[in-house]
């Protein structure tokens, strides 16, 4: 990776910056003046900032550590102990003249810096997916393809690769086409299919698993891949005692029209050419305590957004964990489907995954 593409201005946005991480997979940029080091602005930066102020606009310089972490030339041979002592993923290499000759980046093949993860893992995979006709009418959305595996085994493979070896799958719509896939697949994981009589919404069908679960779990609809280190969503949401802790992505619409503030009387007060307009999102992946489960009603339909606001209305803390809008693909829609296929089979891919697994047939339910 060029030094170039791991700099940033610190004029530029967070979510300029959150943007260039994404595509260049580095997790930390870094900022010169007059060709000295002079700053640093890590992911961990910009989450704080946003858990902190709110504020998704604001500029790179209002987030940046100007004390950064460097070596020396002579001293590159200590990057890797440096950055385990440090727990950070890359660290600028500068001459005498503090200008930037190189950044060494972590090199897990030597060392392994993030600890896994190994939590239940539940997959809402219930739903009819109208919103995927006409490929629902054939397949449970599920098993839609993205490129050669269907959507399901990408997310599970995906948490595997984050430690994690319990799954739970909660089914109803061609519930039998689901299980015979992936009863016939070679698994080094261990996958519990919890049957819905009913259609129980995307979160009444977590009352199923009353008595299995005894640890925080991740919660997951089968349509959504998100990129993002979840022993350090793991870590935040006990360090914050959430009961609920929901991963949102950022995310910049520009309005394609000119948009009018009106003042008294119909005057124009302001004309504002094509603005953006920055929020975070609901991505559909949470970290939930188990007491969740445990105090829902029996076969309640209910979606999960309602129980959080439940949850919310009893003084119950839920929290958010931003993450970037490229680290979150959606393919519950056409589009989406469409725009997920392509991240995959692009030549660089943070979400990519092996597909060595042997494929089944799809059986008829």
């Known amino acids: 990776m060029g030094i170039k593409v791991i700099k940033i201005s610190e004029e530029q946005s967070i979510l300029e910056a959150m943007e260039q991480m994404n595509r260049t997979g580095s997790k930390v940029l870094f900022i010169e003046k007059k060709g000295?080091?002079?700053?640093?602005?890590?992911?961990?930066?910009?989450?704080?900032?946003?858990?902190?102020?709110?504020?998704?606009?604001?500029?790179?310089?209002?987030?940046?550590?100007?004390?950064?972490?460097?070596?020396?030339?002579?001293?590159?041979?200590?990057?890797?102990?440096?950055?385990?002592?440090?727990?950070?993923?890359?660290?600028?290499?500068?001459?005498?003249?503090?200008?930037?000759?190189?950044?060494?980046?972590?090199?897990?093949?030597?060392?392994?810096?993030?600890?896994?993860?190994?939590?239940?893992?539940?997959i809402m995979a219930g739903g009819l997916g109208t919103r995927l006709y006409p490929y629902t009418k054939i397949l449970p959305k599920p098993l839609i393809p993205v490129g050669e595996i269907p959507i399901a085994q990408i997310i599970i493979e995906k948490f595997q690769k984050e430690g994690c070896t319990c799954f739970y799958m909660i089914i109803n719509h061609m519930k039998n086409m689901i299980k015979a896939y992936f009863n016939e697949l070679k698994k080094d994981y261990r996958l519990t299919f919890i049957e819905e009589k009913e259609f129980l919404g995307t979160g009444g069908g977590l009352s199923l698993l009353k008595g299995q679960i005894h640890t925080p779990f991740i919660l997951t609809n089968c349509d959504i891949l998100i990129d993002a280190d979840f022993r350090e969503v793991y870590d935040y949401h006990l360090e914050q005692k959430n009961s609920i802790t929901m991963i949102c992505s950022m995310k910049n619409y520009k309005i394609p029209y000119g948009v009018i503030e009106m003042g008294n009387n119909g005057e124009i007060r302001s004309i504002r050419e094509k603005p953006g307009v920055s929020f975070l999102a609901n991505t559909g992946c949470y970290l939930v305590e188990p007491k969740i489960i445990e105090a829902m009603e029996d076969t309640c339909k209910i979606d999960f957004p309602d129980i959080i606001e439940n949850l919310r209305n009893k003084q119950e803390k839920v929290g958010v964990y931003p993450i970037s809008e490229y680290a979150w693909m959606d393919m519950g829609q056409l589009d989406g489907l469409e725009q997920m296929k392509k991240r995959l089979n692009s030549d660089y891919d943070i979400l990519s995954c092996s597909n060595n697994a042997e494929k089944p047939s799809l059986g008829g339910e």
């Open 36 to 122: 000295r080091l002079s700053a640093a602005v890590s992911d961990g930066d910009i989450r704080r900032w946003i858990l902190k102020t709110q504020n998704l606009d604001t500029l790179v310089k209002n987030v940046a550590n100007y004390n950064p972490k460097f070596l020396y030339i002579e001293e590159k041979h200590k990057a890797n102990e440096y950055m385990r002592q440090y727990g950070i993923n890359a660290i600028p290499i500068v001459d005498e003249r503090m200008a930037i000759v190189s950044i060494a980046m972590w090199n897990e093949e030597n060392t392994k810096l993030k600890n896994t993860l190994n939590i239940p893992v539940v």
